[in-house]
């Protein structure tokens, strides 16, 4: 895994207002689905996109086809798309969102060309991390056992 600091992978967390998800899943057992899902119940405004429920509802949003076809700011793309697939998504917010902040990769998505264009543009790039799992792990959501399960109990 790529080493981030907690501070680093915090203060990421709290800049962060808007968020576009490309690759979301209308399926509710999907990581992308969920994961949009948690980062909306926290705050953020989540911009659903996938071409293939472009027009659809999700979140209270509707689904956009492409990152341009978003027309207000974005602060952080999250990209649930495999590694190869990277590129052209790094250029499409490049180009779409002028002050975006963060490229965030998804668990296993990686693209080391894709992250320093990103960068040398000023992005923060985040790769192979998820942000449900640094919001929880770094905001106090998860105890030792991995799990905040509301239950008191010694059978962990």
């Known amino acids: 895994m790529t080493d981030y600091s907690d501070e680093h992978l915090k203060k990421v967390l709290q800049r962060t207002k808007v968020?576009?998800?490309?690759?979301?899943?209308m399926n509710p057992v999907r990581p992308s689905y969920y994961v949009a899902r948690y980062l909306g119940l926290k705050g953020y405004r989540v911009i659903p996109v996938n071409p293939g429920h472009a027009g659809k509802l999700l979140f209270g949003e509707t689904v956009r086809a492409?990152?341009?076809e978003i027309e207000l700011p974005v602060d952080m793309v999250d990209i649930f798309r495999r590694s190869e697939a990277v590129p052209p998504i790094v250029d499409e917010a490049l180009e779409a969102f002028p002050k975006?902040?963060?490229?965030?990769?998804?668990?296993?998505?990686?693209?080391?060309?894709?992250?320093?264009?990103?960068e040398a543009r000023g992005v923060t790039v985040i790769q192979n991390r998820c942000p449900k799992i640094e919001y929880q792990r770094l905001f106090g959501e998860l105890r030792m056992g991995g799990f905040a399960t509301g239950i008191i109990?010694?059978?962990?």
């Open 66 to 68: 492409s990152l341009s």
């Open 19 to 25: 968020v576009a998800v490309a690759g979301v899943s």
């Open 100 to 118: 975006l902040q963060t490229i965030w990769m998804q668990i296993g998505v990686e693209h080391a060309a894709a992250a320093a264009k990103a």
């Open 153 to 156: 109990s010694s059978k962990l």
